[in-house]
């Protein structure tokens, strides 16, 4: 999703001097990694003067004050998915533009994670009259040069030329068949579309679907695979126009099933403000979608909107998404990419970091980066963090799920 980055900034709030929040001495935690009892906050008292009341896409949970970035721990069974090492550090930055929104896409024949730029914020420099670009960047230089310093590195991100036929890409997976797929939000009259681009030079383009018979989609914004087919779901909100470079939308905000081997599209799930990431677990059999509908673009922020992430299975003969339930709501900004490691742990990029929720949707812990975070990406040196300006790597010993068609 493309929200303004004038909102992403987080301040950390200290919630309560009187509640004791600090490292159990029961736990051996990874270095500089803080531990939340839950039970030392559940109550503050009804004259507590430190209430979350202002926004909370500026006001993060950070009850120990610890300067980000570092691990805040809710649970223990969040250690099995750090590991005991696991450090967050600044692997790429670029002061000044937001270049690592959204859409990160794996390679592992490559090791390279190919990534968008934010569509539409204020950072994004793209709007009507501008795209927004896409780059990546080499996992291996970044082992190279987080192995010659304890502290963090600024490697090299390399932008694509593509064709223009790519407007204001926002979601990306795969490989698809060897390619990248993208799903874009298109720009002023410029249909929004899902395109496959070639890896490697000159990135030759594919456009696999731009309309719903012959109705132009409103922005698409995330799309997966779905686990052991072909098959592609994505999500199609109002952000395009709600951030200014999009006309104002024709079909309600849905998520879509699109078979590129027959070309067959149709609607999978309504009823959402604003559909944004979306995930399958590793069977295939359980959907998630994000409502992001907390965050309106030029309308501002309303936090009685949802900011939640949907749970539905998926049909096993029609794969329409059923019997919708309530998964998780984030306490900070709105849950926006997702994805999924392969113990079925769910991760989205939030308000302060990348929160994490166990397969029953208790919140187990967050990379906490104190900023807006939209996406994130498992690779083999790690978990990969956008964060606008900059990225991060936190090396844990998670391991997402396969995101790739054969």
Not at 48 to 72: E, G, H, K, L, M
Not at 110 to 130: D, E, H, I, K, P
């Amino acid at each position: 999703m493309a929200v303004s980055t004038s909102a992403a900034l987080a301040i950390a709030l200290a919630v309560a001097s009187t509640t004791t929040a600090a490292t159990s001495p029961d736990l051996t935690l990874p270095p500089g990694a803080v531990y939340i009892d839950p039970l030392d906050y559940n109550v503050v008292g009804a004259n507590y003067a430190q209430w979350r009341t202002n926004d909370s896409f500026t006001v993060a949970f950070n009850p120990t004050n610890t300067t980000a970035p570092f691990i805040q721990v809710f649970d223990p069974s969040f250690l099995s998915i750090t590991g005991l090492n696991a450090t967050i550090r600044l692997v790429a930055s670029h002061p000044g533009f937001a270049v690592a929104h959204e859409a990160p896409i794996y390679v592992p024949d490559l090791n390279v994670v190919f990534f968008a730029s934010n569509a539409g914020g204020t950072l994004g420099y793209s709007g009507w009259y501008n795209n927004s670009v896409v780059s990546m960047i080499n996992v291996t230089q970044v082992d190279n040069a987080l192995a010659t310093t304890p502290g963090g590195a600024d490697v090299p991100i390399q932008t694509l030329n593509l064709s223009d036929t790519v407007q204001m890409v926002n979601g990306g997976t795969g490989p698809y068949k060897g390619n990248l797929l993208f799903v874009t939000s298109g720009r002023a009259l410029l249909p929004p579309s899902v395109v496959l681009v070639n890896p490697n030079p000159p990135y030759n383009t594919t456009v696999l679907l731009d309309n719903f018979y012959g109705r132009q989609f409103n922005s698409l914004n995330d799309i997966k695979i779905l686990p052991g087919t072909n098959v592609v779901f994505f999500t199609d909100p109002s952000y395009g126009y709600l951030n200014g470079f999009r006309p104002e939308p024709m079909l309600p905000s849905q998520v879509y099933r699109f078979d590129p081997s027959t070309g067959q599209v149709r609607v999978v799930a309504d009823q959402f403000v604003n559909p944004n990431g979306i995930a399958f677990t590793q069977d295939g059999k359980t959907a998630f979608v994000t409502d992001t509908g907390a965050a309106g673009g030029f309308l501002g922020n309303n936090m009685t909107h949802p900011a939640t992430i949907y749970q539905y299975d998926v049909d096993p003969v029609t794969q329409s998404f059923k019997n919708r339930r309530v998964f998780a709501y984030s306490d900070s900004g709105i849950p926006d990419g997702i994805q999924l490691d392969t113990a079925g742990n769910v991760y989205s990029g939030c308000g302060d970091g990348i929160h994490v929720w166990n397969p029953e949707g208790t919140l187990i812990g967050k990379f906490f980066l104190n900023t807006t975070t939209a996406e994130l990406m498992f690779t083999e040196s790690g978990l990969l963090i956008l964060v606008e300006e900059s990225i991060y790597l936190a090396n844990i010993q998670a391991q997402g799920i396969d995101l790739a068609a054969q």
